[in-house]
T-cell receptor, first 112, second 113 residues
Framework: TQLLEQSPQFLSIQEGENLTVYCNSSSVFSSLQWYRQEPGEGPVLLVTVVTGGEVKKLKRLTFQFGDARKDSSLHITAAQPGDTGLYLCAAITQGGSEKLVFGKGTKLTVNP | KAGVTQTPRYLIKTRGQQVTLSCSPISGHRSVSWYQQTPGQGLQFLFEYFSETQRNKGNFPGRFSGRQFSNSRSEMNVSTLELGDSALYLC????????????FGSGTRLTVV
């Protein structure tokens, strides 16, 4: 069973459209991170959210952490081709062995 | 400030062989984590080293091993390669706590034929 479920798995949209991707779990996390990975490269950290209900903005990207700290969303406004990539959420496992686990990601394609 | 460097970028090996991958973390970072990324499974945690000690381990067979040197550089080794080991192997470094976020290298693409 995947600890972090991301949806949708694939998303293909036109330039200028808005979109939201989701990261859900049945577990509570102390914090959650979002990464973007481009083909042939490693993931790059976009943001870390820590407080339940927290909203962070990074230019056209808006990240929200659920009130119960079990889920998160990423909203992109007026998507551009440069936003194309694999969006990954990640969280630290609880209890004993601390490690960062990842969802399988949402593969976003923004067409010109 | 130099990023995380992984070598080699690409590698082709034959079943049954062994392979060693290298990772140089960001200067000052003492934690190095290794992940295997495949289209079907996503990023799967292999292990983490901190100050030359393995601190965490994922659910991979004993064929997968690693080590960290006193300068924080890390290597991972896969023995008796199988076709299913074909993947992108990613190394990530951090100051020491996963909550600070990781800086990843560009990965080593391993193909087993």
């Amino acid at each position: 069973t995947q600890l972090l479920e991301q949806s949708p798995q694939f998303l293909s949209i036109q330039e200028g459209e808005n979109l939201t991707v989701y990261c859900n779990s049945s577990s509570v996390f102390s914090s959650l991170q979002w990464y973007r990975q481009e083909p042939g490269e490693g993931p790059v950290l976009l943001v870390t959210v820590v407080t339940g209900g927290e909203v962070k903005k990074l230019k056209r990207l808006t990240f929200q952490f659920g009130d119960a700290r079990k889920d998160s969303s990423l909203h992109i406004t007026a998507a551009q081709p440069g936003d194309t990539g694999l969006y990954l959420c990640a969280a630290i496992t609880q209890g004993g062995s601390e490690k960062l686990v990842f969802g399988k990601g949402t593969k976003l394609t923004v067409n010109p | 400030k130099a990023g995380v460097t992984q070598t080699p970028r690409y590698l082709i090996k034959t079943r049954g062989q062994q392979v060693t991958l290298s990772c140089s973390p960001i200067s000052g970072h003492r934690s190095v984590s290794w992940y295997q990324q495949t289209p079907g499974q996503g990023l799967q945690f292999l292990f983490e080293y901190f100050s030359e000690t393995q601190r965490n381990k994922g659910n991979f067979p004993g064929r997968f091993s690693g080590r960290q040197f006193s300068n924080s550089r890390s290597e991972m080794n896969v023995s008796t390669l199988e076709l299913g080991d074909s993947a992108l192997y990613l190394c990530a470094s951090s100051l020491g706590w996963a909550g600070n976020g990781y800086t990843f290298g560009s990965g080593t693409r391993l193909t087993v034929v």
